[in-house]
Structure formats: C-alpha cells, structure tokens
Nanobody, 115 residues
Framework: QVQLVESGGGLVQAGGSLRLSCVVS????????LGWYRQAPGKERELVAT???????NYVDSVKGRFTISRDDAKNTVYLQMNSLKPEDTAVYYC?????????WGQGTQVTVSS
C-alpha cells in the first residue's frame, strides 16, 4: 500500500509564492517518476510538472520559468515551488507517484490565487 499526502496549499495574492509538498509512504523500495497535476473547476486534470528518478524535469508551458519541481529521495518527498502566481493557477493540485510500475495519487490540496 502506498499513500501520498500533499500539503502547502492556500490562498495567495497574484504575484505571490507557495511551496507544495507531497510525502510518499508505504511499501516503497524506490520511487520512479513523481509529478504534480492540477484541476481547475470545470476543466480536466492537467500535468503541471514531473521529475524522474534521475532528476530530469518536465513542465507544462504555462508554468515554465515560474514553477520548480524537486525531490528529496531520503524523505520520499516531492516539492513544487510556485512563484509569480496568477489567478489562472487556481486549482486543486495533486501529487502522483510511479512505484514498481503502478501509479498512485494524493488527495489534493487547494491553491487559490486572488487578483
């Protein structure tokens, strides 16, 4: 059993910053890819960023230069540093982990950016 727990969401003004964290726990030998996704009201869930076990990162174009994904394998934790936030970044942010060929999701954390 693998569990993911996100934290760090909240309400912030446009131009502000937030740092999301996601701790992966359970029967884990190693974690392959870690990722952050988001879902805004009335929209489909979309990829925000991923990071491989080797540290290679990938971002959706709309967050490039503003968001940074990182991971601490000693703590089984993935982070998403979000700077220069915009109202259109408002969404529920979900963590996703690929472990031993299966993927798991967290419960989500709300990020609201006011204009």
């Amino acid at each position: 059993q693998v569990q993911l727990v996100e934290s760090g969401g909240g309400l912030v003004q446009a131009g502000g910053s937030l740092r999301l964290s996601c701790v992966v726990s359970g029967s884990i030998f190693s974690i392959d890819v870690l990722g952050w996704y988001r879902q805004a009201p009335g929209k489909e869930r979309e990829l925000v960023a991923t990071i491989s076990s080797g540290g290679r990162t990938n971002y959706v174009d709309s967050v490039k230069g503003r968001f940074t994904i990182s991971r601490d394998d000693a703590k089984n934790t993935v982070y998403l540093q979000m700077n220069s936030l915009k109202p259109e970044d408002t969404a529920v942010y979900y963590c996703r982990a690929w472990v031993a060929g299966r993927n798991y999701w967290g419960q989500g954390t709300q990020v609201t950016v006011s204009s």
